[in-house]
């Protein structure tokens, strides 16, 4: 079992940049696919970007492709989402999430660990 912490969400003003960070603890990160999902208010959680278990391969969604980097630190635990020109439409709070199973998933209901959340705010 593995547990996760989110970091790094925060306050931003439109065409910020953030850079979000998911720490892992108990079985080591690298037998794990991750991803980030996200889920704005009165929203449903919506798929973000995912990476393979030795991050050579990576799936981000379209409405972030472009803006968002997920990228991982197997050697420190760590996998990280950098985005880019923020605008106020990416305001939600995003989770870092695991799955133990071969591939990259995009549905939520395929990853079975999930950290607690981080919240980030655009503001116009």
């Not at 037998?31 to 050579?56: C, D, H, L, T």
């Not at 760590?78 to 133990?100: F, G, H, Q």
């Not at 395929?110 to 503001?123: F, H, R």
Request: hydrophobic share 35%; charged share 20%.
């Amino acid at each position: 079992q593995v547990q996760l912490v989110e970091s790094g969400g925060g306050l931003v003003q439109a065409g910020a940049s953030l850079r979000l960070s998911c720490a892992a603890s108990g079985r080591t990160s690298s037998n794990y696919a991750m991803a980030w999902f996200r889920q704005a208010p009165g929203k449903e959680r919506e798929f973000v970007a995912a990476i393979a278990r030795s991050g050579a391969y990576t799936c981000n969604a379209d409405s972030v492709k472009g803006r968002f980097t997920i990228s991982r630190d197997n050697a420190e635990n760590t996998v990280y989402l950098r985005m880019n020109r923020l605008p106020p439409e990416d305001t939600a709070v995003y989770y870092c999430a695991a799955r133990s199973r071969l591939g990259l998933g995009l549905q939520d209901h395929e990853y079975a660990y999930w950290g607690q959340g981080t919240q980030v705010t655009v503001s116009s």
